[in-house]
Antibody, heavy 119, light 110 residues
Framework: QVQLVQSGAELKKPGASVRVSCKAS????????VHWVRQAPGQGLEWMGY????????NYAQKFQGRVTMTRVTSISTAYMELTSLRSDDTALYYC????????????WGQGTLVTVSS | QSVLTQPPSASGTPGQRVTISCSGS????????VDWYQQLPGTAPKVLIY???QRPSGVPDRFSGSKSGTSASLAISGLQSEDEADYYC???????????FGTGTKVTVL
C-alpha cells in the first residue's frame, strides 16, 4: 500500500535550519510529484512547493523562495525539504503529499512533522 | 494569505445536508479542477473529492462536489457525527504558478 513516512519532530532555535524527510513506499517514487504543505497551529493549509522526483525539478511558492530547498534521493525513495533562517512563525506541522501531475490534487499524505522554532 | 474563500463554520444535526462553498477566481477555480480535503482532529488531510466531483474509493457517496465558474461546493448529505472535521478546498493557480488552499470550514454536528 502507498505510504509516505516522515521524519520525527524537530526543535530548532531561531536562525537555524531544518530538514524534513519523506520516505515513499508502495508505488514508483519517480512517477509522482512530491508536494510540501505546512499548517501552523490552529491555522489552515499552506502550499510550499513541489519536487519532481524523476527530474529533480522544483517549483517553490514565492513566499519561501530563497529559504526552501527540496531535494530527493531516488535510490531510497526519499524526498527532503530544508527550510533555513527559521523564525518563530515557521512553527508548524509540515506534510509531504504526492500527486500524479504537478497541478493535480494530492491523494496520499505523510503523517506530518512538527517543527517548533523557539529560543 | 489563502486565495480561496470558504465560510469559517457550518453545522447541522445528524441526517441533515450541509453545503460548504469555495470561492476563487479565473486563475484558479475558473481554469483548473477543484479538490476537497477532510482533516479530522490531529490527523493529516485526506482527499474527499478530486477533479471537481470524483470520489476516491472508500469515500462514502454522502460526499459530493460540484463546480460552476469560479466557485465550487462540497455537500455532505445524511450528516453523521464522524463528519465533524475541518474541510478545505484546493486548486492550482495559473497566475501564482502554485497550489492554493481555501481558508477552511469547521463542520460541527449538533
Amino acid at each position: 500500500q502507498v505510504q509516505l513516512v516522515q521524519s520525527g519532530a524537530e526543535l530548532k532555535k531561531p536562525g537555524a535550519s531544518v530538514r524534513v524527510s519523506c520516505k515513499a513506499s508502495g508505488y514508483s517514487f519517480t512517477g509522482y510529484y512530491v508536494h510540501w504543505v505546512r499548517q501552523a497551529p490552529g491555522q489552515g493549509l499552506e502550499w510550499m512547493g513541489y519536487i519532481n522526483p524523476h527530474t529533480g525539478g522544483t517549483n517553490y511558492a514565492q513566499k519561501f523562495q530563497g529559504r526552501v530547498t527540496m531535494t530527493r534521493v531516488t535510490s531510497i525513495s526519499t524526498a527532503y525539504m530544508e527550510l533555513t533562517s527559521l523564525r518563530s512563525d515557521d512553527t508548524a506541522l509540515y506534510y509531504c503529499a504526492r500527486s500524479l501531475y504537478y497541478y493535480d490534487g494530492t491523494d496520499y499524505w505523510g503523517q506530518g512533522t512538527l517543527v517548533t522554532v523557539s529560543s | 494569505q489563502s486565495v480561496l474563500t470558504q465560510p469559517p463554520s457550518a453545522s447541522g444535526t445528524p441526517g441533515q445536508r450541509v453545503t460548504i462553498s469555495c470561492s476563487g477566481s479565473s486563475s484558479n477555480i475558473g481554469s483548473n479542477t477543484v479538490d476537497w480535503y477532510q482533516q479530522l482532529p490531529g490527523t493529516a488531510p485526506k482527499v474527499l473529492i478530486y477533479s471537481n466531483h470524483q470520489r476516491p474509493s472508500g469515500v462514502p457517496d454522502r460526499f459530493s462536489g460540484s463546480k460552476s465558474g469560479t466557485s465550487a461546493s462540497l455537500a455532505i448529505s445524511g450528516l453523521q457525527s464522524e463528519d465533524e472535521a475541518d474541510y478545505y478546498c484546493a486548486a492550482w493557480d495559473d497566475s501564482l504558478n502554485g497550489r492554493v488552499f481555501g481558508t477552511g470550514t469547521k463542520v460541527t454536528v449538533l
